[in-house]
Nanobody, 126 residues
Framework: VQLQASGGGTVQPGGSLRLSCAAS????????IGWFRQAPGKEREGVSC????????YYGDSVKGRFTISRDNDKSTVYLQMNNLKPEDTAVYYC????????????????????WGQGTLVTVSS
């Protein structure tokens, strides 16, 4: 069972990045999905999550209108499209899956997490 995140890097303010998270060893569409981030000296926060059937989606207030979560179940991959990046978006980003019984916001609050991926660093700097 593994979640492998990729796509991090350094980008200038206003730029875009797309993070990917490849799942293996389990059936991705049986789970909700989520992206979390942790900036230096701060607690981990839920950025965006969706439930197992993708009918409900949650975005943190700081990323609404700029980030989009999606998944491709055929490729067992989760994505986070990040646009108009700001320096305060700098953090290590983690992907995770949530149990089917959990709604999107519940997953983003850290409840019912089934799997965690390793982090990928996003740095927004001029």
């Amino acid at each position: 069972v593994q979640l492998q995140a990729s796509g991090g890097g350094t980008v200038q303010p206003g730029g875009s990045l797309r993070l990917s998270c490849a799942a293996s060893g389990f059936t991705l569409n049986a789970y909700g999905i989520g992206w979390f981030r942790q900036a230096p000296g701060k607690e981990r926060e839920g950025v965006s999550c969706t439930n197992s059937n993708d009918l409900t989606t949650y975005y943190g207030d700081s990323v609404k209108g700029r980030f989009t979560i999606s998944r491709d179940n055929d490729k067992s991959t989760v994505y986070l499209q990040m646009n108009n990046l700001k320096p305060e978006d700098t953090a290590v980003y983690y992907c995770a899956t949530g149990y089917r019984s959990r709604g999107a916001e519940s997953i983003c609050r850290g409840y019912g997490i089934a799997h965690w991926g390793q982090g990928t660093l996003v740095t927004v700097s001029s």
